[in-house]
């Protein structure tokens, strides 16, 4: 199985402040033949199912506003909120869809300061 | 608009059978893959298994001797059906839906979750 690493766990940013979230897999994830990366980023909010940010290791889902942003290849993997806002507060895990099982991250926790 | 939503018994004993249905609308069950996600209270994100709009299943290994995930294709469902269940099996469990073309996509959209509490 790809175990998925995440740090920090938890992290309190000013409003406006930039967050960022690092998140390590124990395999590769980048598909040699496509390029790809096959690594995904997930906010969930408190009692809200996970909510897909960004696939592909950088590639925004769409209506997900442009604060946030993925970068990263092979193993190591950074999620980025450029400026927080108030309704960016809660966890957000990393996930890999290179092969099954799929497996996630243990999730960071992001709050105000 | 594609939605999801599970339904079952919030409350199973233990040693019984879990069982929980995901109903799909907005978009044919066809051409995708059907997942289980779960998440024990106040803890992180574990994949259960998944079952293809042909039928195919892959399991995680770690729950694979307890489990089975049906389909059915003409009502637009698929099933969950856990095992011999113990109090560590408590969790809100997720229905969500991925797709396969040449690799696997992300988990695209999810179901609202439902809570099974495992207690006597």
């Known amino acids: 199985d790809i175990v998925m690493t995440q740090s920090p766990d938890s992290l309190a940013v000013s409003l406006g402040e930039r967050a960022t979230i690092y998140c390590k897999s124990s395999?590769?994830?980048?598909?040699?033949?496509?390029?790809?990366?096959?690594l995904a980023w997930y906010q969930q909010r408190p009692r809200q199912p996970p909510k897909l940010l960004v696939y592909?290791?950088?590639t925004r889902e769409s209506g997900v506003p442009d604060r946030f942003s993925g970068s990263g290849s092979g193993t190591n993997f950074t999620l980025t909120i450029s400026s927080l806002q108030a309704e960016d507060v809660a966890v957000y895990y990393c996930?890999?869809?290179?092969?099954?099982?799929?497996?996630f991250g243990p999730g960071t926790k992001v709050d105000i300061k | 608009q594609v939605q999801l939503q599970e339904s079952g018994p919030g409350l199973v004993k233990p040693s019984e059978t879990l069982s929980l249905t995901c109903v799909v609308s907005?978009?044919?069950?066809?051409?995708?893959?059907w997942n289980w996600i779960r998440q024990p209270p106040g803890k992180g994100l574990e994949w259960i298994g998944y079952?293809?709009?042909?039928?195919?299943?892959i399991y995680n290994p770690s729950l694979m001797s307890r489990l089975t995930i049906s389909i059915d294709t003409s009502t637009n469902k698929f099933s969950l059906n856990l095992s011999s269940v113990t109090a560590a099996d408590t969790a809100v469990y997720y229905c969500?839906?991925?797709?396969?073309?040449?690799?696997?996509?992300?988990?695209?959209?999810w179901g609202q979750g439902m809570l099974v509490t495992v207690s006597s």
């Open positions: 969500a839906r991925v797709s396969f073309s040449g690799g696997w996509y992300p988990f695209d959209y």
């Open positions: 907005g978009d044919s069950i066809s051409n995708y893959y």
């Open positions: 079952v293809s709009y042909s039928g195919s299943r």
């Open positions: 395999q590769n994830v980048l598909y040699s033949a496509n390029s790809k990366n096959y």
């Open positions: 592909w290791a950088s």
């Open positions: 996930q890999q869809y290179f092969n099954t099982p799929f497996t």
